[in-house]
């Protein structure tokens, strides 16, 4: 028979085996959880591809052409949505995203019977070199700026609409074009310097040991979001070269970019003809969700030639 003490022993043992095999199974589980967030983080891109807005449209019966240009190493796609013959309307995305998403306004006959819709993918996004940061608005701008020069040498001036990051580069794109964009739809749009909330976890997504956890549009919005202020200071001295028509809508509860980037876009664009601020009572930074008749409607708006009384009053 076994003395007490060795069946102690071996009853320890047992003990420690159990608790390596457990050991064994919660670490194969975390890896496993983390390999499949990786995963999962990988497939997020907030895109539609070409023959998905094909296939869409098609069943909505607008029609659509799917181009592509190229800026150096980089291309860049725009679709067009509704007749050539049309004015032109250019939409600019915010961050995270891409053209998608403004794909509720694509289908709408509202406005495609007067408005040809232009939605581009933003450098970094979509299918403009989707992952490579651009962490200039500058730069994006630059990048854009082909769009532009493609209507103007159809002598057909355009305007600009954009969402949250996008209405920098548009802005930037009305300073460099003072005689090709004709009317401006501001929406929620970080225009002041540092006048914008940043997440905590915005500087874990910046560090190389978590990174690699998060999705690659989510780094790419980070890599502007941690440079915009710097971004944004580099445009200010072109404010004064925008004379396009101005319509700008802004919630003003909005809590990531604030209500003050309206109010200092105001007193910046001395050289717009027409200005109208429409502050949006008890909305955040979810206009394009929770106000889609205001903003459809400011886009038929900036279509409409100003009365002279308007312009003077503005």
Do not use: C
Not at 64 to 82: L, M, N, Q, S, T
């Amino acid at each position: 028979m076994k003395k007490e003490g060795e069946l102690s022993e071996e009853k320890e043992k047992e003990n420690e085996s159990k608790k390596r095999i457990w050991l064994r199974w919660l670490i194969g589980v975390v890896l496993l959880l983390l390999a499949g967030g990786w995963w999962m983080a990988q497939r997020v891109d907030l895109r539609i591809s070409d023959k998905e807005l094909s296939v869409t449209f098609k069943s909505h019966m607008t029609p659509i052409a799917i181009h592509r240009y190229k800026v150096k190493d980089r291309k860049v796609r725009f679709v067009e949505f509704g007749r050539d013959s049309l004015p032109v309307t250019i939409l600019v995305h915010g961050a995270p995203s891409s053209l998608s998403f403004f794909s509720s306004l694509y289908a709408d006959t509202a406005l495609t019977n007067h408005t040809m819709l232009v939605g581009v993918d933003r450098p970094g996004y979509g299918y403009s070199g989707f992952g490579k940061s651009v962490i200039s608005v500058k730069e994006q701008a630059r990048i854009l700026q082909p769009l532009i020069n493609h209507y103007a040498t159809q002598g057909r001036k355009v305007n600009l609409a954009a969402s949250s990051y996008g209405g920098a580069v548009i802005a930037k794109l009305a300073m460099d074009n003072p005689d090709k964009v004709g009317g401006i739809l501001f929406i929620s749009s970080s225009l002041a310097p540092g006048e914008e909330y940043t997440y905590p976890i915005s500087y874990m997504i910046d560090s190389p040991w978590f990174a690699w956890f998060f999705p690659t549009i989510l780094r790419v919005a980070n890599d502007e979001k941690l440079h915009h202020r710097k971004a944004l200071e580099d445009i200010q001295d072109g404010w004064h070269r925008i004379r396009a028509r101005i319509i700008m809508l802004h919630g003003n509860a909005d809590e990531l970019i604030y209500f003050s980037n309206a109010e200092f876009a105001r007193k910046q664009l001395v050289n717009a003809p027409s200005f109208t601020l429409i502050p949006v009572n008890g909305v955040g930074h979810t206009l394009m969700w929770d106000r889609p008749e205001l903003i459809k409607q400011s886009l038929l708006d900036l279509l409409k030639k100003p009365k002279a009384d308007q312009l003077a009053s503005n």
